[in-house]
């Protein structure tokens, strides 16, 4: 069964602070992983598809790596705009079938 | 820009009523996408449609189904309403080869 475990819970930064999310998996045959923000009360943002281990993608002062077990969501120097809830997601072999973590909720304070 | 509009951002139905939560996109997208989001949960996948009048279930379809009657829009339908269906429910639509596109959810309470 695909798993996705997403650490910290919670995460305080200062604005400027830079620091890093966790998103670990297990899934049988990756086909993809998926960074996400989320505002409150509102639906989720696209922001990332990594493939393979190795693969890195940047946005602004956010940067996705991968790993065979793991993905880290660096953010560089926050802003207060950065704070939101960003989710990870696995797809494995089925159908556009991806499986969510619970999530990291970041507040970043000027 | 992909527009997933999803028809009530806040609704309040009572026990054993039936409910219908509407989704429309706007992208001539193939696949549509209902979850659920529950604290401490993540999100969950109740039911997916690849195609007109084709439906395929999810994680959690329990108390559920869907209708596909047009390509551009996807109902969820609570057959008969109950408390534990209290939650944020996201319609989702994509292509084969594009990441999922959310609607901002409805926040659906069962009293």
């Known amino acids: 069964e695909d798993q996705v475990t997403q650490s910290p819970e919670a995460l305080r930064l200062q604005e400027g602070e830079s620091s890093s999310l966790n998103c670990s998996y297990t899934?049988?045959?990756?086909?993809?992983l998926f960074w996400y923000r989320q505002d409150p009360g509102k639906g989720p943002e696209f922001l990332f598809t990594?493939?393979?281990a190795g693969e890195e993608k940047e946005k602004e002062r956010l940067k996705a790596t991968l790993t065979k077990k793991e993905s880290f969501l660096h953010i560089t120097a926050p802003k207060p705009e950065d704070s939101a809830t960003y989710l990870c997601a696995v797809q494995g072999g089925g159908f556009q079938k991806l499986v969510f973590g619970t999530g990291t909720r970041l507040l970043v304070s000027p | 820009d992909v527009k997933v509009t999803q028809s009530s951002r806040y609704l309040v139905k009572r026990t054993g009523e039936k409910v219908f939560l509407e989704c429309v996109q706007d992208?001539?997208?193939?696949?549509m996408f209902w979850y659920r989001q529950d604290p401490g949960l993540g999100l969950r996948l109740i039911y997916f449609s690849y195609d007109v009048k084709m439906k395929e279930k999810g994680d959690i379809p329990e108390g559920y189904s869907v209708s596909r009657e047009k390509k551009e829009r996807f109902s969820l339908i609570l057959e008969s309403a109950s408390t534990n269906q209290t939650s944020m429910y996201l319609c989702a639509t994509s292509t084969p080869n594009s990441p999922l596109h959310f609607g901002n959810g409805t926040r659906l309470t069962v009293t």
């Open positions: 992208m001539d997208h193939e696949n």
């Open positions: 899934v049988s045959g990756l086909r993809g």
């Open positions: 990594l493939y393979s």
